[in-house]
């Protein structure tokens, strides 16, 4: 299904503004890009810029309000509530920057979650679960709450969650602005070993150059707007 | 699939103290509403099973009980005589013409006294009650200032033990008996010999005729002829419907009162499960945001939240029906206002008790989470992960 020649999103003419306290505040001004299946891109920007609410409608949690947006070749501008919710468990992994584990769930139930919303019976689950722990490299922290596990350490069981659907995107918004710097080298080394090695496509928002490094592409946006860089 | 059940369960167990308060919260208010229903149970199981099916209690028409009831000796002749009266051992006819007297006793306890009911019985008023047993000394002798008495009358007035004295209708009576009458009505009266009663108290008149019926199918001829004769101006009921209705005035009371405080204490109860799950919901907004972005949708949210406070409203109805059930081993007597006398009762969990009790705490549950699980399922994905 995925087919390199295709972008894997498709951005034409898209806009987005907030209503903030009466007024209507422009946060995406007719922006126009593709992302090819199996990039790592970057977004950077200043604060403000849009590049989170550009990675929040990439990833289908907020609509455009006009434009098209197609992932995977599906215009998920157009899907209802529902439709949209089913799409994102089967199709976007999501990596926040302060982890957004559930604090009562253990590692291993955490990275179950998206799963449950699958067919898959529980012995499946449990192999797919233990495969993507040991793969971040928490095999011996699986029945550990998240207060018990350090800043990396959670970061890495969000990341297993967010791959555990085999989703066609990864996004990852600040996956590594809660981290020092060697938690946050081991983050990106797993993001960089994802996308070489299981070809996924990932759409990064960082503010960290380090990190920006990481992907294959960066774009910079402002005020709005998409600056194109090297 | 929905939110897993662990999910639920453990976020109330990190909230340790708040659950605990809240559930304790619906607990008391379950516990007052079970323990009221077991009032009014305990009440109406006493008096219904005073009753036997098969004995007919007339009275006079319209007295409703039979203090304020009077049956001529004529009248009570005409009744004894139905042919629907059964016949004991030696050809008896099983019938039993009573008088009743109110007297006041002063309690062991305390100097307070109440009203007792004192009931004069024929010869056979014993055999109409196959539940009254003597459990201690002897039935009383007819012609004698004897009496027998009710075990929780025996237990808790003064002068009313076995070999007691008692001093009433200017006449000094030895208490020569004391019966069990299987936790009934009866249990809360002073029997004795209804000639020698009625001469103490210079009555002319009985109060009421009791009679077994030899067929209790005939009871409905056997009530329109008394009814119909324009000799009698007398009323025949079932001696359990009799009693039935006895109860209905105290029983209503307790209920309604009952059912109104629980009321009122449930509208807290929900309050503070309401505040409970709104705290919950907003500690929770960003895992709330994390999962409708996994793909779980608003009704899941909105079911997790109703089950929490679900799970607060059951736990509040176990602990609840458990504190009540520990009522069972307490009797309480009051004055029935129908008879104007004491009467011991105890409180009695039934199953329609025990579910009426537990679909009261669910729906406290459900109304108190009802609105902070809105709440929850309505947030806006953006929003919710922004307050992060």
Do not use: C
């Not at chain 1, 020649?5 to 593709?34: C, E, M, W």
């Not at chain 1, 990852?172 to 060697?182: K, N």
């Not at chain 1, 080298?185 to 996924?200: F, T, V, Y």
């Not at chain 2, 009695?348 to 669910?362: E, Y």
């Amino acid at each position: 299904m995925e087919n390199f020649s295709a972008p894997i999103v498709h951005i034409k003419n898209l806009t987005k503004s907030y209503r903030r306290g009466g007024q209507i505040v422009s946060v995406l001004t007719d922006i126009t890009f593709d992302i090819p299946s199996g990039e790592f891109i970057a977004l950077m920007g200043p604060s403000g810029s849009g590049k989170s609410t550009l990675l929040n409608l990439i990833a289908g949690i907020d609509k455009p309000d006009s434009g098209t947006l197609k992932v995977g070749g599906i215009d998920i501008a157009i899907l209802s509530e529902g439709d949209l919710a089913d799409w994102r468990a089967a199709n976007v992994g999501f990596i926040f920057q302060f982890y957004n584990l559930m604090p009562v769930l253990t590692a291993f139930e955490n990275v179950e979650l998206p799963l449950l919303l699958t067919q898959l019976s529980y012995k499946e689950r449990r192999e797919r679960v233990e495969l993507a722990l040991i793969m971040v490299g928490l095999s011996d922290r699986m029945e550990h709450y998240p207060s018990e596990l350090s800043g990396g350490q959670q970061q890495r069981v969000a990341i297993a969650r967010a791959f555990i659907t085999d989703p066609v995107i990864l996004v990852a918004d600040e996956p590594t602005g809660d981290l020092d710097r060697t938690s946050a080298g081991e983050i990106l080394a797993i993001l960089d070993r994802l996308n070489s090695e299981m070809e996924k496509t990932i759409i990064m928002v960082t503010h960290d150059p380090h990190a920006a490094k990481t992907a294959h592409l960066i774009r910079y946006l402002e005020k709005g707007q998409l600056d194109v860089a090297d | 699939m929905t939110i897993p059940f662990s999910y639920i369960i453990r976020n109330l167990v990190t909230r340790k103290v708040t659950t605990l308060l809240t559930a304790g919260g619906m607990a008391l208010v379950v516990f007052v509403f079970a323990t009221v229903l077991m009032l009014e149970e305990g009440l109406r199981k006493t008096l219904v099973e005073t009753g036997s099916p098969d004995n007919v209690v007339v009275t006079r028409r319209s007295a409703g009980t039979e203090i304020q009831s009077v049956i001529s000796r004529d009248q009570a002749a005409i009744v004894e005589n139905q042919p629907e009266v059964a016949y004991g051992a030696s050809n008896m006819r099983l019938t039993s013409k009573e008088t009743i007297v109110l007297i006041s006793l002063t309690r062991r306890d305390s100097d307070k006294s109440s009203n007792v009911l004192i009931r004069g019985v024929g010869q056979t008023g014993i055999l109409l009650r196959p539940q009254v047993k003597i459990i201690n000394g002897r039935m009383f002798r007819p012609g004698l200032s004897e009496i027998i008495a009710g075990k929780s009358i025996a237990d808790r007035y003064k002068g009313a033990g076995i070999g007691e004295k008692l001093r009433f209708g200017k006449r000094e009576w030895t208490v020569v008996g004391i019966f069990d009458a299987g936790k009934t009505g009866f249990d809360s009266e002073i029997w004795g010999d209804v000639d020698q009663l009625m001469q103490a108290f210079r009555r002319s008149v009985y109060s009421s005729v009791i009679l077994k019926m030899s067929d209790p199918a005939a009871f409905q001829k056997l009530k329109v002829r008394i009814e119909g004769d324009p000799r009698l101006t007398l009323e025949a009921k079932k001696e359990s419907v009799f009693y039935a209705e006895q109860s209905q005035l105290l029983s209503n009371f307790i209920r309604y009162l009952g059912v109104a405080l629980s009321s009122f204490f449930s509208v807290g109860a929900i309050i503070g499960a309401m505040i409970t799950m709104y705290a919950s919901v907003a500690n929770r907004i960003m895992e709330i945001g994390t999962l409708r972005a996994l793909g779980f949708r608003r009704k899941n949210n909105l079911s997790a939240f109703l089950t929490e406070s679900l799970i607060l409203g059951a736990a509040g109805g176990i602990v609840g029906l458990v504190l009540a059930s520990f009522m069972q081993f307490f009797t309480i007597s009051t004055m029935n206002w129908q008879s104007f006398s004491e009467l011991a009762f105890g409180f009695t969990l039934n199953l329609s008790i025990i579910i009426k009790s537990f679909v009261f705490a669910l729906i406290m549950g459900l109304i108190g989470g009802f609105l902070p699980a809105v709440q929850a399922a309505h947030l806006s994905i953006v929003d919710s992960l922004r307050a992060a």
